[in-house]
């Protein structure tokens, strides 16, 4: 690669310092919004054909950077500039680090000189973040780039994955520096699970009628995708995932679930592996009534104080997600009379909910019940295919219908639940397809970013970076004209609604505006030739798909098509935050 530095005395400027530490760790593409603040790091960035991203938003650069890393599995890099930025990128930051992503915030800050006693702005930006991430600091001098670009970049990879900020006094990355040597990533630290806790987990789960394995985004970190697989069909345990878990068993309603769809069997299980997984609001926080009050639980996790945070643990094993399912696999192994669970206990706890779900959205009228863009989705959506999800009504009918086949192959505004990210995410996600697909020699992952309309206009103007990146996504949007989540939640509860209504407009012209495909549906006969159009086209697609205003009431009347279990007004909060489902 093409370096700027002087050979004699061997110095570079301190942007190449930075892009040369970087690309050690693989780095291909960034984000950035556009502007002075990172000028000779940018320029870096390009003698090393290092990729820019060029976002509208800051907060939308970081979820590129945050979508980036959740595909690729590696760091995620954005740009910004810490003055107007650094505040603007809160939801990104937020967003990322609740994911567990591994990606570095790089904010471009004004020289020491600019800064006044009395000055109404901080003197440290980064006092903004510092609460949220995992780490942050300012590089003192110039010398030091290099040695904290890679503190930096171990923050934010080892452990618990998580955002890493950065500041960079802006004149840095001008100043001459003493080259920066090629480096070479240690390899990631793996704590082995200790043999005690493995004993007393095979010793449960020897007893266990109905087993289940809960996998969350820790699990899909670890790589533990493989070693999973087999485990879940040695001992044939099912297998429910959420997250960027999901994928790592194929949800085929065999051994592989989602936790939204299959969460209504939870409640049967006797004993719980929980495998990276955060026992969150989403979960039910581990309680009754989404467990057994008397289910065991055993729960693997690389940070040990996440163990036992809500429910009693009564099998703690700290360590690596992988190596921990791969141990306990051998020790089941050895036993001479391995464990035989219940066959097909999730299928029946599902019988009832899938039967319901089975029966709506086949109408051949307008309006298009969000039921059918799901259904013709899955008709034509590869197992290799990325789905982004975003939005709340949609979020939950696409649930019921949406089966991920793939790692990594899925993402959304979980669990900050920041409306309209998954835009900047399902670009993120793209840039990593095209980068593994120039590695691998084959097609890029497709990626599928289903949407409600009111999340669609959050970042809606990222679909410049979009056009400018040269990056095909399939965007589809449940237009029911109106925050259907809200409207809904008025009606079933106090008979009325206000301040929901937006109106089914043409977001599909959004497409058509920067360079790419716009195409509007209103007939469920048209939403599958349309969907097909997307998926053969050479660019961004917007299909605006008009779906049924008031099909959302249904779902906050029925619980069996409820996957998203929440309440939406103080005065219908069920016990501990935790409603039942059916």
Same mark, same amino acid.
């Given at each position: 690669?093409?370096?700027?530095?002087?050979?004699?005395?061997?110095?570079?400027?301190?942007?190449?310092?930075?892009?040369?530490? @970087? *690309?050690?760790?693989?780095?291909?593409?960034?984000?950035?919004?556009?502007?002075?603040?990172?000028?000779?790091?940018?320029?870096?960035?390009?003698?090393?054909?290092?990729?820019?991203?060029?976002?509208?938003?800051?907060?939308?650069?970081?979820?590129?950077?945050?979508?980036?890393?959740?595909?690729?599995?590696?760091?995620?890099?954005?740009?910004?500039?810490?003055?107007?930025? @650094?505040?603007?990128?809160?939801?990104?930051?937020?967003?990322?680090?609740?994911?567990?992503?591994?990606?570095?915030?790089?904010?471009?800050?004004?020289?020491?000189?600019?800064?006044?006693?009395?000055?109404?702005?901080?003197?440290?930006?980064?006092?903004?973040?510092?609460?949220?991430?995992?780490?942050?600091?300012?590089?003192?001098?110039?010398?030091?780039?290099?040695?904290?670009?890679? =503190?930096?970049?171990?923050?934010?990879?080892?452990? %618990?994955?998580?955002?890493?900020?950065?500041?960079?006094?802006?004149?840095?990355?001008?100043?001459?520096?003493?080259?920066?040597?090629?480096?070479?990533?240690?390899?990631?630290?793996?704590?082995?699970?200790?043999?005690?806790?493995?004993?007393?987990?095979?010793?449960?789960?020897?007893?266990?009628?109905?087993?289940?394995?809960?996998?969350?985004?820790?699990?899909?970190?670890?790589?533990?995708?493989?070693?999973?697989?087999?485990?879940?069909?040695?001992?044939?345990?099912?297998?429910?995932?959420?997250?960027?878990?999901?994928?790592?068993?194929?949800?085929?309603?065999?051994?592989?679930?989602?936790?939204?769809?299959?969460?209504?069997?939870?409640?049967?299980?006797?004993?719980?592996?929980?495998?990276?997984?955060?026992?969150?609001?989403?979960?039910?926080? /581990?309680?009754?009534? %989404?467990?057994?009050?008397?289910?065991?639980?055993?729960?693997?996790?690389?940070?040990?104080?996440?163990?036992? %945070?809500?429910?009693?643990?009564?099998?703690?094993?700290?360590?690596?997600?992988?190596?921990?399912?791969?141990?306990?696999?051998?020790?089941?192994?050895?036993?001479?009379?391995?464990?035989?669970?219940?066959?097909?206990?999730?299928?029946?706890?599902?019988?009832?909910?899938?039967?319901?779900?089975?029966?709506?959205?086949?109408?051949?009228?307008?309006?298009?019940?969000?039921?059918?863009?799901?259904?013709?989705?899955?008709?034509?959506?590869?197992?290799?295919?990325?789905?982004?999800?975003?939005?709340?009504?949609?979020?939950?009918?696409?649930? =019921?219908?949406?089966?991920?086949?793939?790692?990594? /192959?899925?993402?959304?505004?979980?669990?900050?639940?920041?409306?309209?990210?998954?835009?900047?995410?399902?670009?993120?996600?793209?840039?990593?397809?095209?980068?593994?697909?120039?590695?691998?020699?084959?097609?890029?992952?497709?990626?599928?970013?289903?949407?409600?309309?009111?999340?669609?206009?959050?970042?809606?103007?990222?679909?410049?970076?979009?056009?400018?990146?040269?990056?095909?996504?399939?965007?589809?949007?449940?237009?029911?004209?109106?925050?259907?989540?809200?409207?809904?939640? *008025?009606?079933?509860?106090?008979?009325?609604?206000?301040?929901?209504?937006?109106?089914?407009?043409?977001?599909?012209?959004?497409?058509?505006?920067?360079? /790419?495909? /716009?195409?509007?549906?209103?007939?469920?006969?048209?939403?599958?030739?349309?969907?097909?159009?997307?998926?053969?086209?050479?660019?961004?697609?917007?299909?605006?798909?008009?779906?049924?205003?008031?099909?959302? @009431?249904?779902?906050?009347?029925?619980?069996?098509?409820?996957?998203? =279990?929440?309440?939406?007004?103080?005065?219908?909060?069920?016990?501990?935050?935790?409603?039942?489902?059916?």
């Amino acid at each position: 690669m093409a370096r700027k530095f002087n050979r004699q005395t061997n110095q570079m400027t301190g942007g190449e310092v930075i892009a040369t530490a @970087l *690309q050690g760790y693989g780095v291909r593409t960034v984000a950035c919004l556009s502007g002075t603040a990172h000028t000779h790091l940018l320029f870096a960035f390009e003698n090393h054909d290092i990729r820019i991203v060029s976002g509208r938003h800051e907060t939308a650069t970081v979820a590129v950077a945050d979508g980036y890393s959740r595909v690729s599995g590696g760091l995620g890099i954005a740009l910004i500039k810490a003055d107007q930025g @650094l505040p603007n990128a809160m939801s990104g930051i937020l967003t990322a680090q609740q994911a567990c992503s591994p990606v570095i915030v790089l904010v471009s800050m004004l020289p020491d000189p600019k800064r006044e006693a009395a000055d109404e702005w901080p003197n440290d930006w980064l006092d903004m973040v510092k609460p949220y991430v995992k780490w942050a600091r300012t590089v003192p001098s110039a010398a030091r780039l290099e040695e904290f670009v890679h =503190a930096a970049a171990r923050n934010a990879l080892h452990g %618990r994955p998580g955002v890493a900020v950065l500041g960079v006094p802006q004149q840095f990355e001008a100043e001459a520096v003493k080259a920066a040597k090629t480096y070479v990533a240690p390899l990631t630290l793996r704590p082995q699970p200790n043999a005690e806790s493995i004993d007393q987990a095979v010793a449960l789960l020897a007893k266990a009628k109905r087993p289940l394995v809960l996998a969350g985004t820790g699990a899909a970190l670890s790589g533990a995708g493989p070693s999973l697989r087999k485990f879940a069909k040695t001992f044939q345990y099912p297998v429910i995932a959420n997250a960027l878990g999901r994928g790592l068993v194929p949800e085929d309603l065999k051994l592989g679930f989602s936790w939204p769809l299959a969460q209504v069997a939870a409640k049967e299980a006797d004993v719980v592996i929980v495998v990276g997984m955060r026992l969150t609001e989403r979960i039910g926080y /581990g309680l009754a009534p %989404r467990f057994a009050a008397n289910a065991k639980f055993i729960q693997i996790d690389i940070e040990p104080e996440e163990i036992g %945070r809500n429910r009693e643990i009564h099998v703690p094993i700290a360590g690596d997600a992988r190596l921990a399912i791969e141990v306990l696999h051998k020790a089941l192994k050895k036993r001479k009379t391995p464990p035989r669970p219940e066959p097909k206990w999730v299928n029946k706890a599902l019988k009832v909910r899938l039967s319901r779900m089975e029966e709506l959205g086949k109408e051949d009228h307008a309006p298009v019940h969000p039921y059918r863009i799901g259904r013709d989705l899955m008709s034509l959506m590869p197992d290799n295919a990325i789905y982004v999800g975003d939005g709340a009504d949609v979020q939950n009918w696409m649930h =019921a219908i949406l089966r991920i086949k793939s790692e990594r /192959g899925f993402m959304d505004h979980y669990p900050l639940g920041s409306m309209g990210i998954g835009t900047p995410l399902a670009i993120g996600a793209a840039a990593a397809a095209q980068d593994e697909a120039e590695v691998s020699g084959k097609e890029p992952r497709p990626v599928v970013l289903v949407t409600g309309d009111g999340a669609f206009g959050f970042y809606s103007s990222e679909f410049n970076a979009a056009a400018l990146a040269g990056l095909k996504i399939i965007c589809i949007i449940s237009n029911d004209g109106a925050w259907g989540t809200e409207k809904h939640g *008025q009606l079933n509860a106090v008979g009325k609604s206000i301040n929901c209504e937006l109106g089914q407009w043409d977001y599909h012209l959004v497409g058509e505006i920067f360079g /790419g495909r /716009g195409e509007k549906v209103e007939n469920p006969s048209d939403v599958l030739p349309a969907l097909k159009r997307a998926f053969a086209a050479d660019t961004f697609s917007v299909v605006n798909v008009l779906t049924d205003p008031m099909a959302g @009431l249904v779902r906050k009347q029925d619980p069996r098509v409820q996957t998203i =279990a929440f309440e939406d007004l103080v005065s219908s909060l069920k016990t501990h935050y935790t409603p039942d489902v059916a």
